[in-house]
């Protein structure tokens, strides 16, 4: 019996990434998983590899920071299931630069997917998980959420602000029965950081500032992610889960 048998799960910016491996170990823990993703192509494939292997997943075209598309998966999700138990907010992006030649446009697309992006699906999700009779929200946040770095204040602005969100949702929700928090991941190989990780000057940085002394793996998040999703962690609000091997624990 897997740790999420009978739970209706949707997951954005599944494509790809931490999001993508989420999706999958839902999957595999017997969920029935929506794989959303602005990426298409991307999201139909990680679709169609959990059902290849006999698990529950459909797929949609979704781009979190436009409001017609999360309300029509919405629908559609209403319409296919009545309820979701798990939600996870992942889809995000990072455009990096100094903040002083920052331009409109680039803290606008900043800000349209991390953090306006997180707004509208918990939003436009409320109905969906208050059907549920335990439901999960999950928030990907990041542990840049609550520290400064050169060339990620745009980003941390928009995590941080994930971060106060949640806790404000958390409050809203907690009559509905629907818990809600943030997991805030450390360093994590993806394509995100790839650029950033091909400078081995700084890939040795941020090592040496991990206690576990390695990098971040997708899987580690989506174990975690597992963990808010699942009835283990029924006691949880509010609360952020950081998973960085212990990267912020030390100076
Ligand atoms: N990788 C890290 O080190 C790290 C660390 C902390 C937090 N995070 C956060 O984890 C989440 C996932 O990041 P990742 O590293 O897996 O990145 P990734 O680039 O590998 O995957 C992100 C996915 O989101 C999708 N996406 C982008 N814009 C979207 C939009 N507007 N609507 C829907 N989908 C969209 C992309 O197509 C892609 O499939 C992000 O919120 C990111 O900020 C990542």
């Known amino acids: 019996m897997g740790r999420l048998?009978?739970?209706?799960?949707?997951?954005?910016?599944?494509?790809?990434?931490?999001?993508?491996?989420?999706?999958?170990?839902?999957?595999?823990?017997?969920a029935v998983v929506y794989v959303t993703d602005v990426d298409a192509a991307a999201a139909e494939a990680?679709?169609?590899?959990?059902?290849?292997?006999?698990?529950?997943?459909?797929?949609?075209a979704m781009d979190v920071s436009k409001g017609q598309d999360v309300s029509s998966v919405m629908r559609r999700v209403k319409a296919e299931q009545g309820r979701l138990d798990v939600l996870v907010n992942n889809a995000g992006l990072n455009v990096r630069g100094d903040f002083r030649h920052m331009s409109d446009a680039d803290w606008v697309k900043l800000r349209e997917v991390n953090l306006d992006g997180v707004v509208r699906v918990a939003r436009d999700g409320f109905d969906l998980l208050r059907a549920s009779p335990?439901?999960?929200?999950?928030?990907v946040a990041s542990i840049m959420g609550s520290r400064g770095l050169r060339q990620l204040t745009g980003y941390?602005?928009?995590?941080?602000?994930?971060?106060?969100?949640?806790?404000?949702?958390?409050?809203?929700?907690?009559?509905?029965?629907?818990?809600?928090n943030t997991?805030?991941?450390?360093?994590?190989?993806?394509?995100l950081t790839e650029r950033i990780l091909r400078n081995p000057i700084f890939e040795k940085w941020l090592i040496d500032r991990t206690l576990l002394k390695r990098l971040g793996k997708v899987e580690d998040i989506a174990k975690a992610a597992l963990f808010l999703a699942s009835d283990d962690s029924v006691y949880m609000t509010g609360a952020e889960l950081v998973v960085d091997g212990g990267m912020t624990a030390s100076l």
């Open 5 to 30: 048998e009978n739970k209706i799960a949707l997951v954005t910016g599944s494509g790809n990434g931490i999001g993508r491996a989420t999706a999958e170990l839902f999957a595999a823990e017997g």
């Open 46 to 60: 990680v679709a169609g590899g959990i059902t290849a292997k006999g698990q529950t997943a459909h797929w949609a």
């Open 134 to 139: 335990s439901a999960s929200l999950i928030n």
């Open 156 to 180: 941390s602005a928009t995590k941080g602000a994930v971060v106060a969100l949640t806790k404000g949702l958390a409050f809203e929700y907690a009559p509905f029965k629907i818990r809600v």
């Open 183 to 191: 997991l805030s991941p450390g360093y994590v190989e993806t394509a």
